[in-house]
Nanobody
Framework: QVELVESGGGLVQAGGSLRLSCAAS?????????MGWFRQAPGKEREFVSA????????YYADSVKGRFTISRDKAKNTVHLQMNSLKPEDSAVYYC???????????????????WGQGTQVTVSS
C-alpha cells in the first residue's frame, strides 16, 4: 500500500509564499511514474496544478500557475515539493498530492491517471 502525506499548507496574504511537501511511502516509482499536485476550491472541480516525472524530472504546470509555482522532487527522500510564490486569493483551495505509474504524457494533467492520493492540505490566500 502506498501512502502520501502532505504538509505545508496554511494562511498567507496575497503576494506571499508557501511551500507544500508530499512524502510518499512504498515503492511505486517506475520509469513512467509521475507525482503531481491538484487543487479543489469549494464548489469547483479538482483541477491540475503541476506534475513532475519521477525518472527524468520533466515538469508540467497549469497556465494559471506557470511562472509562480515550482515543483521539485527529492528522490532520496521520496518527496515532492511545490514552491508557491506570488500567491493570489484565487489560489485558495485544498491542495492534493497524487502519484501514479504508467502515466503517458497526454494524460499527465488528468486526475484519473493518478492512482494514489494524499488527504489534502488547505491553502488560504487573503486579499
Amino acid at each position: 500500500q502506498v501512502e502520501l502525506v502532505e504538509s505545508g499548507g496554511g494562511l498567507v496574504q496575497a503576494g506571499g509564499s508557501l511551500r507544500l511537501s508530499c512524502a510518499a511511502s512504498g515503492r511505486i516509482f517506475s520509469n513512467s511514474a509521475a507525482m503531481g499536485w491538484f487543487r479543489q476550491a469549494p464548489g469547483k472541480e479538482r483541477e491540475f496544478v503541476s506534475a513532475i516525472r519521477w525518472s527524468g524530472g520533466n515538469t508540467y504546470y497549469a497556465d494559471s500557475v506557470k511562472g509562480r509555482f515550482t515543483i521539485s522532487r527529492d528522490k532520496a527522500k521520496n518527496t515532492v515539493h511545490l514552491q508557491m510564490n506570488s500567491l493570489k486569493p484565487e489560489d485558495s483551495a485544498v491542495y492534493y498530492c497524487a502519484a501514479g505509474n504508467g502515466i503517458i504524457l497526454s494524460s499527465i494533467r488528468t486526475k484519473d491517471s493518478y492512482h494514489y492520493w494524499g488527504q489534502g492540505t488547505q491553502v488560504t490566500v487573503s486579499s
